[in-house]
């Protein structure tokens, strides 16, 4: 065994920069295979800690043709108490808040910005929460709040929160009831801070729907029944009127599992942040894709030492060494080399976890937090390599042992298809990486530099909730420096969402209609460069009208058939809600994800319910200093009030922000195609290595009957080219399709160019052009002589 161990042993010293690419590829591969099962377990274990997750469903309402995440309050009340299988129900309003807030410390007041959420009390009779402080038989009461551990920290460090107060900039003063644990980052929830909604907040409002409702049932299996019995229960003509029919009205209920909610993208109204399936599953094949690729380099590494070995190893069997004991050692081998590289795997990981690479994934990295699947891919580890050592150590003793002292096994027609084989398999599997990496970058491009129907360039954006009272006296002061050309409102950040506000159940010319309205100051279109089609811009004097004026899009013309200086109705049918003044191109005001809908900028008259400007656009003149331009805009805001923590920002993030989780996708898949085309290309290495050392007596007698170096090259060069240009030819189409499907989540997509195949072509193979021409190019310029003297 000594022998075969030393052979081993100056094999690995002759082909060490082969052995050590092997070593580094399979390594490579385990770190991405267990990178992105954490991040497919983080995604799919979404809410699953909650107790009887499997119970717990969303409400949705199917009201004229369209699912909506939201419903109004009298008609979740009376659904929760339809049934005896619904356990328990809760409502939360329809979007989160950040909220200012201060605390007194010894006499001094600190100040903080934090997310809230407002929820009835049975809430917490819904999902699990674990509390450290009070308990979930505390009623969450007007005027009481409930706080995750890390905030009670920050306000009040390592004291009892319980009985503490905070004083809300609008609610005044709030006491704490109860602190419970941080809620893990997978979870649709938050730590929020959670008020309780007030008991008669809307309570006979049916037009107003504005609430989330989720439920808990005592059985997953009676979920579908829930609608049905409602139906027999609920009397809707008592409140939509005697000619209300459930069958005529489209009126449906349908409830999502909390474990779904995630995927679900058909729902309006909806502010969980989404993923598709169909992603999860290309990172799971990704996964799987680049595991099998380093596989095939390590079989391919090892049956390239095979002609090498097999003298040896049958030499030793003359002198009596037993098969088995030859087979388990040279497995043991396969295995050793496999579990070291799952260690340099976890090496890897350490240090793509201390990185900004980090950040492309939403989970911690350490083996401590991921105990199950370091340990579930040590196992892999331990198949790969058994998988991996099988073949050679069957192939290298199935020969009769005189046979094998004799000949040469290197070239076999059988082992040379087998090569190939795998090796196509891994060409393949780069190419298809490499067309995905780059549609996804190319979409991405697009998303964030198409023309989005304005000027969104020098264009700052800033949160102005606190200085509502003050935007004329704002105003004037930042318009008072020079490199300010124009400051203009609204109520929401324009392209920050997939949604916004949506008026349903208005009238236009006796048909009910939905549209989205955005609220703005007078002169935001003006500011924004958004042009009018027809008609008019808005003007200061529409903020003295009664109800306030429109401009919609040309996809609400086109739908609803509108015209200028027409009104639109309320939903209670009394008066007029607003005169169309406009028409203006279909800017993206929302983001790729969704088609341009109906929409219309508003601006509020005298009489309404809203007209709060949240965020001040900020257009800056060409050829100012950023951050001189930033500094003033803080300092000016400041002005108005010290304390609060105002949030300034570039326009350009907004939209970073709106795309990160497709960017941080896209990197991901990027950085894994690079892994692939690494490991590809080590195969390909150790496939060349084995070839010219195979057919190293060939080469010298090429040499010796006068053929050049040049072409020897080539002649080897056109063998792997074949095998490229196969490979591409099933490869593009597999890719073609799995792009397709991932652009069906985008309304708008980058076009399916074609130079991006002939690019991924063209790349993997002058990478594979280089490599065979790097190892040929030394065997070609040996001693021919010498190379035939050795055989």
Sequence with gaps: MKAILRNLVSVIRRFKLAAALNVLGLSFAFAAFMVIMIQLNYDYGFDRFHKDYDKIFRVELNWGNNWQAILPRPFAERFIESSPHIVAGALTNSWESEIFLHVENDGARNYYREKSLVVTPEFFNVFSFDFVEGSVDVQLAPGSIFIPLSLSRKLFGNEPAVGKHIVHSSWGNQTVRAVYSDLPDNTILNNYIYFSMNPRENLQSWGNSSYNVYIRVNQASNAPLLFDNFKRTFDAQSVWGQHFTWEESSTELRLTPLSDIRYVTNVQWDEVPKTSKQTLSILLAIAIVIVVIAGINFTNFNTSLMPMRVKSINTQRVFGAQQNIIRLLIISEAVFFSLLSYFVAICFILLFNSTSLAG???VDLSPSENALIFGGTALVALFVGFLVGVYPALYMTSFEPVL???????LSPKGKNLRNTLLGIQFAASFALIIGSLFMFLQNNFMQNSFLGYDKEALIVADIERIQSNLDPFTNQLKSYSWIEDVTFGESLLSSSDKYMEWGGRHYKGERINFQSLPVHYNFLQVMGIEITEGRNFRQEDTNTQRGVFIFNEAARSKYNMEINTTVIDWNGNDANGEIVGFMPDVKFASFRTAVEPMAFYV????????????????????????????????TLAEFDANYMFEVRFFDEVLQRLYEKETALSALITLFSLLAIFISIVGVFGLVVFDSECRRKEIGIRKVLGASTLGIIIMFNKAYFKILAVCFVFAAPFAWYAVARWLENFAYKTPMYWWVYLLAFAAVGVITVCTVTFQNWRVANDDPVKSIKSE
């Excluded at 094998?404 to 290197?410: E, N």
């Design 604 to 635: 509020w008259g005298t009489e309404n319910w809203g007209d709060r400007m949240q965020h001040a656009y900020i257009r800056l003149a060409a050829g100012i200093n950023i951050r001189t331009a930033m500094s003033h805009i803080h300092s």
């Design 404 to 410: 094998a002292l004799k000949g040469s096994f290197g």
């Design 360 to 362: 492309l994934v939403d």
